[in-house]
């Protein structure tokens, strides 16, 4: 569909036109940037990354999470370029942490990172991580993986993370079972609801 997004499909396009978007959102939102890629992605300039960053600074009143896999890139630009936008509690930084392999790796990554606001998200949990390092991080998400081919996600993988959170203090969010039909599997984990957050910044929206 001409003009849409994604009228490239999924190929690397910067679309700097929409930069300004949440200026006009005057209501608080929770905006979940670059929900289909990834803004540390290897192709994106550091200008632009930097652009970005400036607006989600200066548009303080919504709440903005950033999901990269490319962690130690984006640990190394909130220690330079992004500094200014590592200091501030709107902006939450995270990392994909499928499994052990590719995932825990991208952990203390994270962790060296000087953000205010640090958060892992264990979707899709693909097998038992085993004892998790919590130190530093403010959030955990967890979730199966959701399509016709689901791999499956165990209960005990889930609660042994839920369980180290509150151990740790750490705020949890179990967003859902996944599976092909992921509704009807639900997001309950031993029959509660889990929707815990870190404590969101409520700045006014300005004139």
């Given amino acids: 569909m001409k003009g849409h997004p994604y009228e490239q499909g999924f190929d690397l396009r910067l ?3 929409k930069l300004g978007e949440p200026f006009r959102w005057r209501r608080p939102k929770m905006v979940f940037v670059n929900s289909m890629s990834d803004l540390f992605h290897e192709g994106i300039p550091d ?6 960053a400036s ?9 903005y999470q950033v999901l990269t ?14 500094r200014f936008a590592a200091s501030v509690q709107h902006i939450w930084w995270g990392v994909s942490v499928e499994d052990k ?11 060296s990172a ?4 640090r958060f892992l998200s264990i979707e899709p949990l693909l097998e038992d991580l085993g004892s998790l390092q919590l130190r530093g991080i403010h959030w955990v998400i967890v979730g199966g993986e959701s399509g016709r081919s689901a791999r499956p996600m165990k209960r005990e993988w889930a609660l042994s993370i839920r369980d180290q959170c509150a151990a740790a203090g750490v705020p949890f969010f179990f967003k859902q079972w996944g599976g092909f039909h992921k509704k ?3 997001r309950k984990l ?5 929707n815990e957050f870190p404590q969101r910044l409520q700045n006014p929206v300005p004139w």
């Fill in 15 to 17: 679309v700097p036109e």
């Fill in 47 to 52: 200008n632009y990354i930097e652009a970005v």
């Fill in 55 to 63: 607006v989600m600074v200066k548009a303080d009143w919504h709440t």
């Fill in 69 to 82: 896999k490319r962690s130690r890139r984006m640990a190394k630009l909130l220690s330079t370029r992004l």
């Fill in 101 to 111: 392999r590719y995932g825990l790796a991208r952990i203390p990554e994270l962790q």
């Fill in 114 to 117: 000087p953000a205010t606001v």
């Fill in 184 to 186: 009807r599997a639900g």
């Fill in 190 to 194: 031993d029959g509660k609801t889990y």
